[in-house]
C-alpha cells in the first residue's frame, strides 16, 4: 500500500517546539488507493481534517522528500514497517 505524507500547520496548535512555539506536524499514512489527482488530493485533506479536528487548510499533502527533511526518524524504512507490525 502506497504512504501519503502530509503536513499539519503551525496554525492548527498541534506541535511545539524546544522554545514553546508552535510548529508543524509532520506525518504519514497508509491508503489502499494512490492519491493522484487533485480531487483525491482534496478529498484526504477532508477527511483528515474531519479525522483530527482541524480545518483542512491546516493540512497539506507533501512529498515524501519534504517528509523525510523535516522528521528525525532514523528508522524510516516502509518495508520495515510490516515486519514490526507483524512481531
Known amino acids: ?35 493522484d489527482t487533485a480531487e483525491k488530493v482534496e478529498a484526504l485533506r477532508e477527511l483528515l481534517a474531519n479525522v483530527m ?10 512529498s515524501k522528500e519534504e517528509y523525510m527533511q523535516n522528521v528525525d ?3 524510516e524504512d516502509e518495508e520495515g514497517d510490516e515486519e514490526c507490525r507483524n512481531r
Not at 10 to 34: C, F, L, M, R, T
Not at 53 to 62: D, N
Open 1 to 35: 500500500m502506497p504512504y501519503v505524507y502530509f503536513r499539519v500547520s503551525e496554525q492548527a496548535k498541534w506541535g511545539v517546539d524546544e522554545n514553546g512555539n508552535y510548529a508543524p506536524v509532520y506525518s504519514k499514512i497508509k491508503i489502499n488507493q494512490p492519491v
Open 53 to 62: 479536528h482541524t480545518k483542512k487548510e491546516y493540512i497539506t499533502v507533501i
Open 73 to 75: 526518524d532514523d528508522a
